[in-house]
């Protein structure tokens, strides 16, 4: 199993500032995955982060928009940058498992851009 | 990736069996049928998974169909704690897929 910590687990925040989201693994995982929850919707992956080497983006999410770091194999951080009240939404961290194994996940980051 | 059909929302009474179906008619022969809810404010945590064979847990079981097209995650009694978004969720084989790709799930209700 995996016990996920995210910091902060909610914040308001000015538009057009950045908010920097924390994610700590109680265990080394090789990936780490960030999600967003919009509001009333389901979860949506930005990006994979993979230790050493730079993050893979899903379509529609951008590195100058939203820049992780993977430092080490139990610490990732996932920026929101330049912020609009459309960013207003839950941003979750998960280390995935594989097929057979179960995911786990963060209590989420509750941003709300005012 | 395969894609899952769900109902949007279901109800079920307190202490009664609740069957939560999927369709999943592109399901590859590897791709293994993962569950997971979230809770209200919470992030999602697993239920259940299998590949071909009905499969019991604590929380749960998961039925197979036969030709692997559609499954039912059944909760044997409710409680009003298990009101939660529901999501089923195929996880293929390939290498470097840990990601889970979440479907709209079904919102259960669970009336006392």
């Known amino acids: 199993s995996a016990v996920i910590s995210q910091k902060p687990s909610r914040d308001i925040c000015q538009r057009g500032t950045s908010l920097t989201i924390q994610c700590q693994v109680d265990?080394?995982?090789?990936?780490m995955f960030w999600y967003r929850q919009q509001p009333g919707q389901s979860l949506t992956l930005i990006a994979t982060a993979n230790q050493g080497s730079e993050a893979t983006y899903e379509s529609g999410f951008v590195i100058d928009k939203f820049p992780i770091s993977r430092p080490n194999l139990t610490f990732s951080t996932l920026t929101v940058s330049n912020m609009s009240p459309e960013d207003s939404s839950i941003y979750l961290c998960?280390?995935?498992?594989?097929?057979?194994?179960?995911?786990?996940f963060g209590q989420g980051t509750r941003l709300t851009v005012v | 990736d395969a894609k899952t059909t769900q109902p949007n929302s279901m109800e079920s009474n307190e202490e009664e069996p609740v069957h939560l179906p999927c369709n999943h008619s592109t399901i590859s022969g590897t791709d293994y049928i993962h569950w997971y809810r979230q809770l209200p404010s919470q992030g999602p945590e697993y239920v259940i998974h299998?590949?071909?064979s009905n499969v019991n847990n604590r929380m749960a079981s998961l039925a197979i169909a036969e030709d692997r097209k559609s499954s039912t995650l059944i909760l044997h009694r409710a409680t009003l704690r298990d009101a939660a978004v529901y999501y089923c969720?195929?996880?293929?084989?390939?290498?470097?897929?840990?990601?889970?790709?979440f479907g709209q799930g079904t919102t259960l209700q669970v009336k006392p």
């Open positions: 998960s280390v995935g498992g594989t097929r057979n194994t179960e995911a786990f």
């Open positions: 969720i195929l996880r293929p084989q390939a290498r470097g897929t840990g990601k889970l790709i």
């Open positions: 299998g590949l071909t």
């Open positions: 265990s080394q995982v090789t990936m």
